[in-house]
Nanobody, 115 residues
């Protein structure tokens, strides 16, 4: 499975941004799809995840502000980010779990929130 993010960029605090992840390959085997982020000097953290039945999980710091969604084919998923703050500045990674709990990662897309 190959993952490719798009949609990152520079946005002012309070603004919104939508990230997209395009997946190719054996996407039918995916059991979990989501987003992680890593800010400079910090560990990579879960932002949001979604499983095929539609259930979602969010990191504590983004609950109520971010929303994850996906298409029914599991070939694309999205992260709608609202009320962004400078603390949301990070490299955002698209992530998926496939057969045998194998992890797949995208290259990352930079999100920068200016104050």
């Amino acid at each position: 499975v190959q993952l490719a993010e798009s949609g990152g960029g520079l946005v002012q605090a309070g603004g919104s941004l939508r990230l997209s992840c395009a997946a190719s390959g054996l996407t039918g085997t995916l059991t979990r799809m989501g987003w992680y982020r890593q800010a400079p000097g910090k560990e990579r953290e879960l932002v949001a995840a979604i499983i095929p039945n539609g259930s979602t999980t969010y990191g504590t710091s983004v609950k109520g502000r971010f929303s994850i969604s996906r298409n029914v084919y599991k070939t694309a998923w999205y992260l709608q980010m609202s009320s962004l703050t400078p603390e949301d500045t990070a490299l955002y990674y698209c992530h998926a779990v496939g057969r045998g709990r194998r992890d797949f990662w995208g290259q990352g897309t930079q999100v920068t929130v200016s104050s």
